[in-house]
């Protein structure tokens, strides 16, 4: 029985998988043309199943010979090119092994001089089987400095000799565009070459999921083990995703064998949203890699100001690349940066307040009915109560300072919603503020909470008018008669915390009862 596979590249015979050429629909005339490429997308993206598939047919079809290697075992050596070479050529050697006929593999490298060997062993193989080579190489942003440089010139000095004595096509696959490789992780901008590898005729990026693609990768679930899932679930999942392979496959994978494994029931979108939950609290390898970029300062740059709901100022152009190319955020229909696709959109914020949730007190659920239900006055006396006696040194526990404040005020909510809710996230670019929706329990007993967060800073006037304006838009959406809306106080020469936190009633433009708080 096949499944959603989340760990190392897609197996046909094992994993529910797409195919390749769905996903590159324009690399097959790169290739039949003779042409160097580049094929760039983030992480857990698929791009060695997709590349790995696309060599098979290649190789099945009689023309090429078709195969996948990788240059990251000589990342250790990024300073002895030699050296690396070696590592990168003997692994190049057993990867063929199992992916290639044995007319078709490599013969004895040739002895060539550090510097050289690759250029010279793939000159030997173009030379010594009956095709032409088609070279995949994965990982090649893994090297830096002087092996990265080494490797990218041979292949420069060697596509003139192709197709009879060098690949006749070769593509570098990694996270980003070859323009943006760097010597070292902080170090200089350049790779003291006008044009590393200016014979790539095209820089491709791998695409996510569509919406079709992500019902008919589910549906292969569905032909093998009689379990659907509802319409309203295949939407939410790509809602959720956004076509993000691994989200897509790590979400289907929760929700048919934790959430829902009896097969004789539909996954429906209450399921995925549980699914997703469970994403969320384990942060999986995928998740936790990306977690661990948001401490880095060209990240935080642009984060920040994303989850603060202000505008990106001053920030070189570089920096908005790279969480693209992280896939932490993407383009939106308008043109704006926004955070990749909602899981992502709930895991930042809620790995940035880790270190403040770490560091709360203990907490007595006195908002709870003796039912166990969700009692949002209560829930209100226990923020305030806690605001005025913890909120000061917690701030400074928050690693965005900017929105230290959100950061500190999710910590006390996700005390509130563990095992027995869900706390969703809205934010955009200049929008000036943070949405916060609280679900908890089920069906007729499910209180649900709309939040807004505004901040009040030197130079601004009161946010109050613009903040009532903006949750009576968010509530309509939701279909709520109500909420609350908190306003930090984070202009200099205010009183303590403890003296300025406190709410009042008001009712908003559109005539709902709104809670304001002051904080």
Known sequence: MRFFNTAGPCVAEDHYMLPASARLPGVRKLIDRKGYFVLHAPRQSGKTTTVLELARELTAGGTYAAVVVSAEVGAPFQDDPGAAERAILDDWRASTSFQLPESLQPPPWPESENGSR????????????????????????????????????????????????????????????????????????????????????????????????????????????????????????????????WLVNALARQAVEVVVPDPAVAVTARHVDEAREILIQRQDTHLDSLAERLREPRVRRVIEPILAGTSIADVPEDDLRFVVDLGLCRLSGSGGLVIANPIYREVLPRVLSSTTTASLPKIH???????????????????????????????????YHEIAPHLVLMAFLHRVVNGGGTLEREYAIGSGRMDLCLRYGHGDDEVVLAIELKVWRDGEK????????????????????GGWLVVFDRRRGVAPIGERTGATGVTSPGGRAITVIRA
């Open 118 to 245: 690759v250029g010279a062993a793939l000159s030997a193989w173009s030379r010594a089987i009956g095709r032409p080579l088609v070279l995949f190489v994965d990982e090649i942003d893994a090297l830096r400095g002087p092996a990265l440089i080494s490797v990218l010139r041979q292949l420069r000095s060697g596509y003139p000799r192709r197709p009879g004595a060098f690949p006749w096509s070769l593509a570098l696959i990694g996270l980003r565009d070859v323009r943006d490789y760097k010597v070292a992780s902080g170090g200089t901008d350049s790779l003291h070459t006008p044009s590393p590898f200016n014979i790539k005729v095209e820089s491709l990026t791998l695409r996510s999921f569509t919406a079709e693609e992500v019902a008919l990768l589910y549906a292969q679930h569905t032909a093998e083990t009689g379990q659907p899932f509802t319409p309203e679930a295949l939407a939410r999942a790509f809602h959720l995703t956004q076509g993000q392979p």
């Open 365 to 399: 659920p006195s908002w709870l009915t003796p039912q166990g239900a969700l009692d949002a006055r209560k829930l209100l006396e226990a923020f305030l109560s806690f605001w005025r006696r913890h909120g000061q040194p917690l701030l400074s526990s928050a690693p």
């Open 462 to 481: 009161d946010p109050l008018s613009e903040g009532l304006e903006q949750l009576d838009g968010y509530l309509s959406g939701l279909g709520l008669p």
